[in-house]
Nanobody
């Protein structure tokens, strides 16, 4: 059974930093593309950052230069380092993993391309 468990969320002031983690079990995350998504109240879930099996990364324009996605394959863990946080970064952050083992399956921020989802971790940024 695949499980993705996020941690590291919290409340910070604007300009602050947080580091989110997503630990995978029942699943070798290094073989698949992984992503971070977020959902603010009343809004649709949107892709924030993604990384594929080759380490290629992709970011939403709104977070480029501020967020960094990385992974530790030995620990089967995905990370999202968030800096210079803004109030508009507030939301529930979800880790997602693909389930298609295909070399051509590259990084994506399209949520339809992910099969497994964590329960989310809340990030609140106050201005």
């Amino acid at each position: 059974q695949v499980q993705l468990v996020e941690s590291g969320g919290g409340s910070v002031e604007a300009g602050g930093s947080l580091r989110l983690s997503c630990e995978a079990s029942g699943y070798t995350s290094s073989n698949y593309r992984m992503g971070w998504f977020r959902q603010a109240p009343g809004k649709e879930r949107e892709g924030v950052a993604g990384i594929d099996r080759y380490g290629t990364t992709m970011y939403a324009d709104s977070v480029k230069g501020r967020f960094t996605v990385s992974k530790d394959n030995a620990k089967n863990t995905l990370f999202l380092q968030m800096t210079a946080l803004k109030s508009e970064d507030t939301g529930m952050y979800y880790c997602a993993g693909d389930n298609v083992y295909m070399p051509s399956r590259r990084v994506s921020l399209d949520r339809s391309g992910y099969r497994y989802w964590g329960q989310g971790t809340q990030v609140t940024v106050s201005s």
